[in-house]
């Protein structure tokens, strides 16, 4: 039996490692974190649970291929899967719009929202409608199986979006409500078409939440990993390769001692990968253009988490608001997300909320906080400033809550930069520019003939089941390349 050593014990490492086991080989992975998830994550503070990452899963309806995916990594583990009727609510000055499951729902709180945008909304709405048609084809056994014809006729609506960022979406509509609801849950730079694919993923019953959270996944896609036999070695990184030829040897450890494969998976951010542990001249040339290039951009968050005394919040789900023009400069972005977990009756003690808070940084922020890390004092000054104008902000409106909301904990792009090694503390991968070629990458290292990457920077803008994928085609990969060997 081969063996593979596995860089890296995210979502995309995990998914190697199971569909490795699955096809018969030895498989050994190193997570430098003491726990295994890499983002997929979420964790404790005072009786409250933290929940780090999922918004929506992609894969969550079980006529896609997605959700077999899920399914063979034991990431869905027979846990019930939450289908809430909005994905977010954008709200401007007291009005509010949301994106509802029910496409048809949104064309009409749009019109009632804005006569006078109907030529954009109808076309914007038929380009969603498209998406799903797209997006719907990809179970093989899905009865809603889009004709030749349809898929046709649905490519022309959306290469029109595929040009245009959020921002240039929003700018074709008059109404303020509208335009804010277009651009606020990506960070700026966003191209439409992602924003389009996300939408149309929610309003395909595909992208909704299992229950538990993020934490509970990565664990459960952990033990499926150990429970077929796969070795997890937590708190161990790897700090090195070695080369022989064109093909990897073995790797160094951060305990000093070397581990040798058949093969290898590198499931660590890119940056990491051809940054520190191979060379940088073998990053595939799809991703080196995207890292030079001035308009594919990067980004990472700010976030805070606040105890709730009260036994039901006065919002639902994700809430989405502008930032006041004097916060914008102070929090350094234009919108900031709310969420409450009322759906996770574990995640706070009985009779008690929790809201948990996102806005956006773009790369050059990130990288100031990340610098800022070196200078502690400054660097706690900066988060509890944030965190003081975030409270106020939540506050201001929310006055209920005065007097009700302790803060549990605030993460920047620092943190995440220290927990993955993550380059700019991104988590996500590029951020879906405008114009970007969508289409999955292979993880193919040229030059060596067994190595492969393995991580969500192989389709913009990344996720968990871009990770998953990259994951399982890794190990594809290496099946193909043995029978390739075994017929020499
Ligand atoms: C706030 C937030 C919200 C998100 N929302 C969503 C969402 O709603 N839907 C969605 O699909 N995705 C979402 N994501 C993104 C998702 O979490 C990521 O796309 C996914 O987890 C990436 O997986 P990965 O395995 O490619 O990379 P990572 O998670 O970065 O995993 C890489 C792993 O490699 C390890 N590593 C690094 N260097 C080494 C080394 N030298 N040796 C050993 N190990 C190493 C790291 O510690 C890490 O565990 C969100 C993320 C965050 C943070």
Redo the contacts with the bound molecule.
């Keep these: 039996m081969s063996k593979i050593i596995i860089?890296?014990?995210?979502?995309?490492?995990?998914t190697a490692g199971i569909y490795a086991r699955l096809n018969g080989y030895e498989a050994v992975i190193?997570?430098?974190?003491h726990v295994?998830?890499?983002?997929?994550t979420g964790w404790n503070r005072g009786g409250y649970h933290i929940d780090?990452?999922?918004?929506?899963?992609?894969g969550t309806n079980p006529v896609t291929d997605m959700y077999g995916l899920w399914h063979d990594t034991g990431a869905l583990g027979g846990v019930g899967i939450y289908r809430a009727d909005s994905l977010f609510t954008y709200e401007h000055n007291g009005v509010k719009l949301s994106l509802s499951r029910d496409v048809s729902k949104l064309h009409t709180d749009m019109l009632a929202l804005s006569p006078k945008d109907e030529k954009e909304i109808s076309s914007f709405i038929k380009a969603l409608n498209a998406a799903k048609t797209i997006i719907e084809v990809s179970g093989k056994s899905n009865d809603k199986k889009a004709t030749t014809s349809e898929l046709l006729s649905s490519l022309p609506l959306l290469l029109r979006y595929h040009q245009l960022t959020t921002r240039e979406l929003a700018e074709r509509f008059r109404d303020p409500v509208i335009r804010g609801f277009l651009q606020g849950l990506f960070v700026e730079g966003f191209g439409a078409l992602g924003l389009l694919v996300a939408m149309a993923t929610f309003c395909s019953d595909n992208g909704d939440l299992p229950q538990g959270g993020?934490r509970a996944m990565a664990l459960r896609m952990a033990n499926r990993f150990r429970s077929l036999g796969g070795g997890l070695n937590c708190g161990?990184?790897?700090?090195g390769a070695e080369l022989k030829k064109n093909r990897v040897v073995s790797v160094t450890l951060s305990d000093g001692s070397t581990a040798a494969a058949d093969a290898f998976i590198f499931?660590?951010?890119p940056a990491?990968t051809f940054g520190?542990?191979l060379k940088e001249s073998l990053m595939p040339s799809y991703l080196r253009r995207l890292y030079d290039h001035a308009s594919v951009n990067r980004f990472s968050?700010f976030?805070s988490a606040f105890a709730c005394d009260v036994p039901e919040l006065p919002f639902c789900g994700d809430r989405i608001f502008d930032l006041p023009l004097a916060l914008r400069e102070k929090l350094r972005s234009k919108y900031i997300i709310l969420r409450e977990y009322s759906h996770e009756a574990g995640f706070s003690p009985q009779g008690k909320c929790l809201i948990q808070t996102?806005h956006y940084f773009n790369e050059t922020e990130c990288r100031r906080f990340i610098r800022l890390k070196d200078s502690p004092v400054e660097y706690r000054a900066l988060k509890h400033m944030i965190t003081d104008e975030i409270e106020a902000f939540i506050v201001a409106k929310y006055p209920e809550l005065q007097g009700k909301l302790s803060r549990l904990d605030s993460w920047t792009p620092a943190t995440?930069k220290r927990?993955?090694?993550?380059d700019v503390g991104s988590?996500?991968?590029f951020a879906f520019p405008a114009k970007l070629n969508p289409l999955f990458r292979s993880g193919r290292i040229k030059g060596l003939d067994n190595a492969y990457l393995?991580?969500?920077?192989q389709q913009a803008p990344?996720?968990?089941?871009?990770?998953a994928k990259?994951?399982k085609a890794a190990v594809e990969m290496i099946a193909k390349q043995e029978k390739r060997n075994e017929k020499e």
Excluded: F, R
Excluded at 7 to 14: E, I, R
């Design positions: 860089t890296g014990g995210g979502v995309a490492g995990l190193y997570e430098k974190h295994p998830g890499g983002n997929l780090n990452c999922i918004h929506w899963l992609t993020s161990v990184s790897v700090t499931a660590a951010d990491i520190a542990l968050s976030h996102m995440y927990y993955t090694g993550a988590y996500m991968g393995a991580t969500q920077w990344g996720g968990l089941p871009v990770a990259a994951g």
